[in-house]
């Protein structure tokens, strides 16, 4: 059964994403030194597509700063670049060599884990119908489940990740988390593979949602590589695979037609545009719903880990931080701007993180029966 969500009228300013201020957009955007807010973007005008070319190359700084990294021989710009990356470990060590502080932090407590998907559980591909998980890292997303509450939060739809994931045990909150779903556990829903549906509040804008997927499809078949993913309740536009002279051109295509839709606003991920209904609704507001789901909303002893690697995750981050409760660990192998706690370098080391808890737990039982 959905649970009925209670929404603001009004449509609120979506979340700030950390993208360089782009020039001359002073009405469109806050001026808070280099964050930027965004809002429903008029896609039309030849400034604005300039200022939104600007944040599109500012989509993916790990590749582009690795990039800088290799492609100069210049040690006045390594040497930099590496203390910078050394200041940066130092607010935000590596999970795994803080394992154990870690673990005394939630001494007493219950744990609950989050996981992003792509970039997290699965490696960036150029493909993102390609974005498959490991078997071993799907052994140790089964086996942390079989200890703790956990969830998959995710953009992508809840029917892609799952057929991704495979994990009937699972909590799975997709499109941003405005199509949460519980775990199966009646021997017909695992027949079927039928999930119960928690939460979906925005289920208004479906029939919206899917035409303007068809739409774009048809728009963006003149640039090469674009790619536009109906992920249920958002669409994503990928350009991962765009050469950069053709931005500008996917750019206006988008903005065509996301102008004829006022109740939709465009953000930003890794190498990717994204459509979304304009509700107070994000992945911080999933956690916060499965939080309350597992009946852990004025709980002490809850230690919830959150564990993603793109701008989208920060809302999930900010949402711990206001709890002062649990950590947030953020997938960069570079510097990022984040407020996560901790940090790992890509989806080999969140295997290993997810082992050593599994691990941990383990020894803990043994302890508790000796």
């Known amino acids: 059964m959905t649970r009925n969500v209670v929404l603001p009228k009004d449509i609120p300013a979506p979340p700030y994403y950390s993208y360089p201020l782009p020039r001359g957009t002073k009405a469109m955007y806050s001026s808070n030194k280099k964050l930027m807010k965004l809002n429903h973007v008029d896609l039309s005008g030849g400034n604005l597509i300039n200022s939104w070319l600007d944040c599109m190359k500012a989509s993916s700084p790990t590749q582009i700063r690795a990039n800088s990294i290799l492609s100069s021989s210049s040690s006045s710009l390594v040497a930099p670049l590496e203390d910078e990356f050394h200041d940066w470990m130092e607010q935000h060590p590596s999970a795994l060599m803080k394992f154990e502080e870690i673990m005394e932090m939630s001494k007493g407590k219950k744990i609950a884990m989050f996981l992003d998907y792509d970039g997290t559980l699965s490696p960036i591909v ?4 390609s974005a498959y998980m490991s078997d071993t890292m799907r052994d140790a997303v089964r086996d942390v489940a079989k200890y703790f509450p956990t969830a998959i939060v995710t953009g992508r739809c809840t029917e892609k990740v799952f057929s991704f ?14 199509d949460i779903v519980g775990p199966t556990k009646g021997s017909e829903q695992i027949k079927s593979k039928t999930k119960d549906i928690l939460c979906q509040p925005a289920s208004e804008f479906l029939p919206m949602i899917e ?48 102008k004829d839709y006022p109740k939709l606003r465009l953000t930003q991920g890794r190498m990717v545009l994204e459509i979304r209904p304009t509700i107070k609704w994000d992945k911080g507001k999933a956690l916060e719903f499965l939080l309350e789901t597992l009946g852990y909303t004025s709980s002490s002893n809850i230690f919830p880990i959150y564990i993603g690697d793109d701008r989208t995750d920060e809302d999930a981050f900010k949402v711990l931080r206001k709890r002062g409760q649990g950590i947030g660990i953020l997938v960069s192998k570079m510097p990022k701007k984040t407020i996560a706690n901790y940090s790992l370098n890509g989806p080999i080391e969140v295997k290993d993180f997810l082992q050593n808890l599994v691990q941990w737990k383990n020894i803990s039982f043994d302890e508790q029966k000796s």
């Open 211 to 258: 035409e303007i997927s068809k739409t774009l499809e048809e728009k963006i078949k003149i640039i090469p590589g674009a790619k536009v993913e109906n992920n249920k309740f958002c669409v994503s536009v990928h350009y991962r695979c765009v050469e950069e002279q053709n931005w500008c051109g996917l750019a206006e295509q988008v903005g065509s037609v996301l």
């Open 126 to 129: 150029q493909d993102p119908d």
């Open 165 to 178: 994931v495979g994990l009937q045990e699972l909590y799975y909150a997709g499109s941003h988390g405005m």
